[in-house]
């Protein structure tokens, strides 16, 4: 066994599970703000139901048979 050629394949394996995960975390975050951002814009722009025309309308359905 080559054990230089053992310790530098380990060593390369490991810097790659870091980068994957500095990534994955990168990703994680910048989704979490796109999350937030878009329940705040659906927040704003949503009127609240007092404010509605007709607070009775969709209540009930006529139904003839």
Known sequence: MDIA???TA???MQVQQQ???SVMRM???TGATQA???LQM???STPPSVDAV???LGRTVDIKL
């Open 5 to 7: 050629a053992l310790s």
């Open 10 to 12: 380990l060593s390369q």
């Open 19 to 21: 980068a994957s995960l």
């Open 27 to 29: 990703t994680m975050d």
């Open 36 to 38: 937030n951002d878009l």
């Open 42 to 44: 659906m927040q704003a």
């Open 54 to 56: 007709d607070p009775n």
